[in-house]
């Protein structure tokens, strides 16, 4: 069965640090998504991503959170100055039409 | 964001018994998912559903969309140990494709 492909699994970065976490989504499909979800809390929305443009983002993306789909098949989330608060599971998603999202396993970021 | 609320909260079943565990919204959703997510795991899609009164099932798991558009249902039937983990509803309005996730319910079966 087609997967969501994530890497690294799990990266722990200096305080200030850039991070960037990738995503390689299913060969077919057209939408793709960055969630997030604090240790214990629900997933939250980030940002959509489709036809090469961010389509939606929520009030947690802000300047510091950038998205690139550079090659046609890497997903990318990059955060430029990383903050404590910003330690938490990041999963990446991809959709083809209407059907719900397939979710790669995560990566998980720990600022310290 | 829209705000999913999901109860129970957690569940602490015996092996066979049943579950049920539902999604309550105060806005109106086009499709709801409901995902079980595993420790350290991302969420795996378990259902997904587009109509108003919509009953889905698969294999001992079954799952309603409300009549209202406002809530959603997931059922259980003979739960099993590997059914442990945190049961998360979604819900897409009718515009945005984004999903909002829910609370999530947390099951325990003891075996």
């Known amino acids: 069965e087609p997967e969501v492909t994530q890497t690294p699994s799990h990266q722990v970065t200096q305080m200030g640090q850039e991070v960037i976490l990738r995503c390689v989504p299913i060969?077919?499909?057209?939408?793709f998504y960055w969630y997030r979800q604090i240790l214990g809390q629900k997933v939250e929305f980030l940002v959509s991503?489709?036809?090469?443009?961010?389509?939606?983002k929520s009030e947690i993306f802000d300047d510091q959170f950038s998205v690139e789909r550079p090659d046609g098949s890497n997903f990318t989330l990059k955060i430029r100055s990383t903050k404590l608060e910003d330690s938490a599971m990041y999963f990446c998603?991809?959709?083809?039409?209407?059907?719900?999202?397939?979710f790669g396993s995560g990566t998980r970021l720990t600022v310290v | 964001g829209q705000q999913l609320n999901q109860s129970p909260q957690s569940m602490f079943i015996q092996e066979g018994e049943d579950v049920s565990m539902n999604c309550t919204s105060s806005?109106?959703?086009?499709?709801w998912l409901w995902y079980k997510q595993d420790p350290g795991e991302g969420p795996v899609l378990l259902i997904a559903?587009?109509?108003?009164?919509e009953l889905t099932s698969n294999g001992r798991l079954t799952a309603q969309f409300g009549i209202t558009r406002k809530d959603s249902f997931l059922n259980i039937s003979a739960s099993i140990p590997s059914d442990v983990g945190i049961y998360f509803c979604?819900?897409?309005?009718?515009?945005?494709?984004?999903?909002?996730f829910g609370t999530g319910t947390s099951l325990t079966v003891i075996p």
């Open positions: 559903l587009y109509k108003a009164g």
């Open positions: 806005s109106i959703f086009n499709t």
């Open positions: 998603a991809s959709r083809q039409g209407n059907y719900g999202y397939t």
């Open positions: 060969s077919n499909h057209l939408y």
């Open positions: 991503f489709y036809n090469n443009e961010i389509s939606e």
């Open positions: 979604a819900g897409q309005l009718r515009t945005g494709n984004q999903f909002y």
